[in-house]
C-alpha cells in the first residue's frame, strides 16, 4: 500500500551528498533521525525534540545502528537558528504526537511556523524540507491550515510549495514538500 511517510522521505533524499547537513526537526523514537543519518555517513544530522523520552530512545536506536553523526538537542525546533548555524541540505518535520504516547505533548502552530520560517533560512539552494501534516486532530487541522496559508506565499522565484495527499481518505495525513531553487 502507498505509504506517504516513506514518499516524504524519497522527496528529501534526491540529491543529498555524503558529507551533507539534515535536520531532523521531530525526532520522536528516531526512526526518522536514523534513516536521515545514513544520508549523510560522512555528515551530520541535527536532531531536535522537546522529550526527553525521544532523546533516550533516539540515542539507543542510533547506538545499536553504529551511527555517530547525529546531534541530539533537547529543545523545541523553533530555536533551530540558535543551534544550526550552518547551511542545511535539507530538514523533515514529522508533526503531531509520537504514537504510542499519552499525546499531550504535540507540536503546535506557532512553534511549528517558526521552525520552518528558521529552516527556510538555514536551507541550502537545491534542498529540500518536507513536513508530515495530521489533520485528524483539531491542533494538527489548524498547523495544516496556516502552514498551507504561508507557504503557499513563498516567493515563486526562490522556492517551489508543493502538497500531496490522498484525496480518497477523510481527514488524510498529507505531506507538504519545498524545494528551494539552485539560481
Ligand atoms: C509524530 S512524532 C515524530 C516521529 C519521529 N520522527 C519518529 O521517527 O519516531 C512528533 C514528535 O514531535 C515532538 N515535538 C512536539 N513539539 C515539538 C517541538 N516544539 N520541537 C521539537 N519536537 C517537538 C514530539 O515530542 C514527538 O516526539
Redesign the pocket.
Known amino acids: 500500500m502507498f505509504q506517504l511517510l516513506d514518499y516524504a522521505k524519497s522527496l528529501l533524499s534526491e540529491d543529498i551528498p555524503r558529507d551533507g547537513v539534515l535536520v ?10 536514523l534513516y536521515l543519518s545514513g544520508l549523510v555517513p560522512e555528515g551530520k544530522v541535527y536532531a ?4 526527553e523520552m ?1 532523546l533516550v530512545n533516539t540515542r539507543k536506536l542510533l547506538d545499536e545502528n553504529g551511527r555517530s553523526n547525529v546531534t541530539l538537542i533537547k529543545d ?3 530555536h533551530i537558528l540558535e543551534y544550526v548555524k550552518e547551511e542545511i541540505d535539507g530538514g523533515m518535520f ?6 504510542g504516547s499519552d499525546k499531550v ?4 502552530r506557532r ?1 511549528t511556523e517558526l ?1 520552518v520560517n528558521g529552516a527556510l533560512e538555514r536551507l541550502k539552494k537545491g534542498g529540500h524540507l518536507v513536513i508530515s501534516v495530521y489533520p485528524g486532530h483539531d491542533e494538527g487541522r489548524l498547523e495544516g491550515e496556516l502552514l498551507l496559508d504561508m507557504l503557499s506565499k513563498l516567493d515563486r522565484k526562490k522556492f517551489c510549495a508543493m502538497n500531496f495527499r490522498i484525496l480518497n481518505a477523510a481527514d488524510s495525513p498529507f505531506v507538504i514538500a519545498i524545494e528551494k531553487y539552485k539560481k
Open positions: 531532523d526537526f521531530t525526532m520522536g523514537n528516531g526512526h526518522d533521525t531536535f525534540d522537546v522529550q525521544a523545541s525546533h523553533e514529522n508533526l503531531g504526537y509520537l504514537p505533548i504535540h507540536t503546535m512553534s521552525a
